[in-house]
């Protein structure tokens, strides 16, 4: 009997494309996780592998859009409010994008619209903002979920799911493999938080310390988890000089998160030993 693995993908925004690489090595394994957990980015990836798309079809799509700055302003056209209405009533505020919408021009049609349509199951995290908790979603519309999960506050808006008012799974968990135990005889665990880096002496602004602290927080939340269990594999990639939104330079985190690949291969190998 070969063993089965459980994948939890972390969030971390732009720093997160390097999921791709996992997604690719767990392929050229011959791995196909039976459950698969995300948070914000993770989730969103973990959905693209859930649906069924291989690693190499989710980087050549990944690639064909964020690539190419003119199709991500095209997109982003595409994702704006509505009418006139809308935006009156929403206020013109740049800072809040709308994350349903901006999903939906930008995830592969191969995604589906239920998590019922997915082949592998999916738990999704977001934060129950009044709520004051982790909230995980595995059933029934995926687009809220995943925008919810997704929703960065400040740059994204809230997401309203049911009559609950969600924001970023990474929040309360930032890489969620404890959602996995039991489910399998091996959990990988991938995180891609990052942490503030020195940037030429130059002193951060409010929006570069607002992210960073974030960071921090998350890196605190992941520790804690770490101490209380964890999971069979746990990598982080080299990604802490990227900037949350930095989708821009996809080819730049990909290129630097290559050994990432590897990594993961061995590890894999080790634990089989």
């Known amino acids: 009997m070969s063993a089965s693995f459980a994948l939890a993908l972390g969030g971390g925004g732009a720093r997160g494309l390097a999921h791709i690489h996992v997604i690719e090595a767990l392929d050229e394994l011959g791995i196909k996780p039976v459950a698969i957990a995300g948070s914000s980015i993770g989730a969103i990836m973990g959905a693209g592998m859930a649906a069924g798309l291989s690693g190499s079809e989710i980087r050549e799509y990944s690639c064909s859009v964020l690539g190419r700055p003119g199709e991500v302003a095209s997109r982003m056209w595409k994702a704006r409010p509505g009418t006139l209405s809308e935006m009156v009533e929403t206020g013109i505020r740049v800072s809040q994008f709308n994350i349903e919408r901006i999903l939906k021009v930008f995830l592969p049609e191969a995604v589906p619209a239920t998590f019922e349509e997915l082949k592998v199951p999916l738990k999704v995290t977001?934060?129950?903002?009044?709520?004051?908790?982790?909230?995980?979603?595995?059933?029934?519309?995926?687009?809220?979920?995943?925008?919810?999960?997704?929703?960065?506050?400040?740059?994204?808006?809230?997401?309203?799911?049911?009559?609950?008012?969600?924001?970023?799974?990474?929040?309360?968990?930032?890489?969620?493999?404890?959602?996995?135990?039991?489910?399998?005889?091996?959990t990988i665990a991938i995180d891609v938080v990052g942490a503030p880096v020195e940037n030429d002496g130059r002193r951060p602004n409010s929006i570069d310390l607002m992210f960073g602290a974030t960071q921090l927080m998350m890196q605190s939340i992941t520790a804690g988890k770490l101490g209380q269990s964890q999971p069979d594999i746990f990598l982080r990639p080299p990604v802490s000089r990227f900037r949350a939104l930095d989708f821009l330079k996809i080819d730049q985190v990909l290129a630097e998160t290559a050994a990432l690949k590897e990594e993961l291969k061995q590890a894999i190998d080790e634990i089989l030993q």
């Not at 977001?126 to 909230?135: L, V």
């Not at 595995?138 to 925008?147: M, R, S």
């Open 126 to 186: 977001a934060t129950d903002y009044y709520g004051h908790c982790q909230s995980v979603f595995e059933e029934g519309d995926l687009l809220t979920a995943l925008a919810a999960s997704a929703a960065i506050p400040a740059v994204f808006r809230p997401v309203t799911r049911g009559n609950t008012l969600y924001i970023d799974g990474g929040i309360y968990n930032p890489v969620p493999f404890d959602l996995l135990d039991g489910l399998a005889d091996f």
